[in-house]
């Protein structure tokens, strides 16, 4: 049967076969990170590909337009074009830029949020690495973004970027409470910080944590849109007022690479969603008998989370500065702070104050 | 245990190393790269900063507003606030309800400082 683990057992078979041919064995630990991480990139930049052309075709779709259709079938070589189109652009650099932090903030943008797909679980078995502290190692690493659009600002020198960079900062440490709060309450009931042993957890209870836990998800979705940078939350780029916001002064292949930042930050939260809350690779509950393997329900399930934060794009208009401060700090922190005390109360209540 | 961070590293290396590679792609390939379109540009009004099409009024780098700080120090404030909660929420079934009382009392000795920051208005966008 075609299962995600299966596939996993049959590549590492292949390849540590081609590795016995070629009489590297003592290179296996070293070559295979290298591939995975190859695997990695390359499903990555497809997928995110298709999710410019997707968002493309979602905002159309909103707006009673078609859309793009003119490169290759329903468009879909349209995003291709685009990505080579920022290749040959001309790298134009403002002269008076700090030149160092100005070089290396698109490589941190991008490189912090590819690293948190080390943790991402896409079927049983079917994971990079699965480190027993996944969520914190996620947050950490996809907390770097901020550290990248400040720099970004700052070293563009230019008035714009650097309030695009100070707003963005201000904002992503400000959801960024909101969101790690949100988690503490799956952590307590399945007191793990894996994600696949997050999974099995509500593969054993039988139920998803998106049913007791339907307020963290409405937390954790808002604080992800928000930590992402994307609309409604889009103020450090809000081009009415602040032209690009912190990436003004890059253009080409450099502000290539805070666009991909942005989209695989949306798929990592996504996936870190569908993991804690809408049961990662397992199927809809009675659809087991179909024999769908794991994986195809995950990317089911992630493109439909991917599909909810594009539609909060088009159907929300953008917060103000103070509004969007106030929102962060006045409700979603206090709502999620009482979301943790009410859940241990509501477990003491059902299973008693015993130890277990 | 330590190998799994290997894969870590070695996602950092390559992701590092991609990048570069889509740097060095583009300065091939981009006008007055390697082997891209030459052509001729005023060179200090292209590279100029960019500001509306007019020139540049002083620095870029300028004083800004205090509030950002006070969000900054909040920030550090929770931020350290939810690495004490992660260790207590793993083990929270083996804890119990003393445990729990513990974290409550943790977490309203912080509340005090919110609600006091809150009305001290230092969460107010100005």
């Given at each position: 049967m075609l299962t995600g683990e299966n596939i996993v057992q049959l590549v590492s078979g292949l390849l540590h076969w081609a590795y016995a041919q070629a009489g590297i064995s003592s290179l296996a630990g070293v070559i295979d990170p290298i591939i995975s991480a190859v695997v990695m990139f390359g499903f990555i930049a497809v997928f995110v590909m298709f999710l410019v052309w997707m968002e493309r075709k979602v905002s159309a779709h909103m707006q009673s337009r078609i859309g793009p259709?003119?490169?290759?079938p329903l468009g879909l070589l349209q995003t291709v074009a685009d990505a080579i189109k920022l290749t040959i652009k001309e790298d134009v650099k403002p002269v008076?830029?700090?030149k160092v932090p100005y070089f290396i903030a698109p490589i941190v943008a991008f490189v912090a949020t590819f690293m948190?797909?080390?943790?991402?679980?896409?079927?049983?078995?079917?994971?990079?690495q699965d480190l027993n502290v996944g969520i914190l190692y996620i947050i950490a690493i996809t907390g770097f973004t901020v550290i990248a659009i400040l720099t970004a600002g700052w070293s563009s020198n230019n008035k714009y970027a650097l309030l695009g960079g100070f707003r963005s900062a201000a904002q992503i440490i400000s959801y960024e409470v909101s969101l790690v709060l949100s988690v503490v309450p799956i952590i307590m009931i399945t007191g793990t910080l894996s994600l696949s042993g997050i999974v099995e957890y509500q593969k054993q209870a039988g139920y998803w944590f998106i049913l007791p836990q339907i307020v963290a998800f409405l937390i954790f979705i808002t604080s992800a849109t928000a930590e992402a940078n994307?609309?409604?939350?889009?103020i450090p780029e809000a081009e009415s007022e602040?032209?690009?916001?912190?990436?003004?002064e890059y253009s080409g292949v450099k502000f290539a690479m805070f666009f991909l930042g942005e989209y695989i930050a949306v798929v990592v939260s996504s996936a870190v969603a569908v993991t804690l809350f809408l049961g990662g690779w397992l199927p809809l509950p009675y659809l087991?008998?179909?024999?769908?393997p794991g994986f195809v329900w995950f990317l089911a399930k992630l493109l439909l989370v991917i599909y909810l934060i594009m539609a909060f794009r088009w159907t929300f208009p953008r917060l103000r500065v103070d509004q969007l401060m106030d929102f962060g700090w006045k409700v979603l922190i206090p709502i999620s702070i009482i979301n943790i005390l009410a859940t241990a109360v509501v477990w003491f209540c059902l299973y008693g104050k015993g130890a277990q | 245990m330590l190998e799994q961070y290997g894969y870590v590293l070695v996602f950092l290396l390559a992701g590092i190393f991609f990048i570069l590679m889509a740097f060095i792609t583009g300065w091939v390939f981009s006008p007055n790269g390697l082997l891209g379109l030459r052509y001729k540009y005023k060179k200090e009004i292209l590279e100029d900063t960019y500001e509306c099409g007019v020139e540049t009024q002083g620095t870029s780098w300028f004083r800004f507003n205090i509030s950002f700080y006070l969000y900054a120090l909040l920030f550090v404030i929770f931020d350290i606030e939810t690495v004490f909660l992660y260790p207590w929420a793993v083990s929270f079934k083996k804890l119990g309800v003393f445990g729990f009382v513990e974290m409550v009392v943790f977490i309203a000795i912080l509340l005090v400082g919110f609600a006091y920051a809150w009305k001290k208005e230092a969460l107010k966008w100005e």
């Amino acid at each position: 049967m075609l299962t995600g683990e299966n596939i996993v057992q049959l590549v590492s078979g292949l390849l540590h076969w081609a590795y016995a041919q070629a009489g590297i064995s003592s290179l296996a630990g070293v070559i295979d990170p290298i591939i995975s991480a190859v695997v990695m990139f390359g499903f990555i930049a497809v997928f995110v590909m298709f999710l410019v052309w997707m968002e493309r075709k979602v905002s159309a779709h909103m707006q009673s337009r078609i859309g793009p259709n003119r490169v290759g079938p329903l468009g879909l070589l349209q995003t291709v074009a685009d990505a080579i189109k920022l290749t040959i652009k001309e790298d134009v650099k403002p002269v008076n830029r700090d030149k160092v932090p100005y070089f290396i903030a698109p490589i941190v943008a991008f490189v912090a949020t590819f690293m948190g797909m080390v943790v991402i679980p896409f079927d049983k078995g079917v994971v990079v690495q699965d480190l027993n502290v996944g969520i914190l190692y996620i947050i950490a690493i996809t907390g770097f973004t901020v550290i990248a659009i400040l720099t970004a600002g700052w070293s563009s020198n230019n008035k714009y970027a650097l309030l695009g960079g100070f707003r963005s900062a201000a904002q992503i440490i400000s959801y960024e409470v909101s969101l790690v709060l949100s988690v503490v309450p799956i952590i307590m009931i399945t007191g793990t910080l894996s994600l696949s042993g997050i999974v099995e957890y509500q593969k054993q209870a039988g139920y998803w944590f998106i049913l007791p836990q339907i307020v963290a998800f409405l937390i954790f979705i808002t604080s992800a849109t928000a930590e992402a940078n994307r609309a409604p939350f889009d103020i450090p780029e809000a081009e009415s007022e602040l032209i690009g916001g912190f990436h003004t002064e890059y253009s080409g292949v450099k502000f290539a690479m805070f666009f991909l930042g942005e989209y695989i930050a949306v798929v990592v939260s996504s996936a870190v969603a569908v993991t804690l809350f809408l049961g990662g690779w397992l199927p809809l509950p009675y659809l087991d008998f179909l024999h769908i393997p794991g994986f195809v329900w995950f990317l089911a399930k992630l493109l439909l989370v991917i599909y909810l934060i594009m539609a909060f794009r088009w159907t929300f208009p953008r917060l103000r500065v103070d509004q969007l401060m106030d929102f962060g700090w006045k409700v979603l922190i206090p709502i999620s702070i009482i979301n943790i005390l009410a859940t241990a109360v509501v477990w003491f209540c059902l299973y008693g104050k015993g130890a277990q | 245990m330590l190998e799994q961070y290997g894969y870590v590293l070695v996602f950092l290396l390559a992701g590092i190393f991609f990048i570069l590679m889509a740097f060095i792609t583009g300065w091939v390939f981009s006008p007055n790269g390697l082997l891209g379109l030459r052509y001729k540009y005023k060179k200090e009004i292209l590279e100029d900063t960019y500001e509306c099409g007019v020139e540049t009024q002083g620095t870029s780098w300028f004083r800004f507003n205090i509030s950002f700080y006070l969000y900054a120090l909040l920030f550090v404030i929770f931020d350290i606030e939810t690495v004490f909660l992660y260790p207590w929420a793993v083990s929270f079934k083996k804890l119990g309800v003393f445990g729990f009382v513990e974290m409550v009392v943790f977490i309203a000795i912080l509340l005090v400082g919110f609600a006091y920051a809150w009305k001290k208005e230092a969460l107010k966008w100005e």
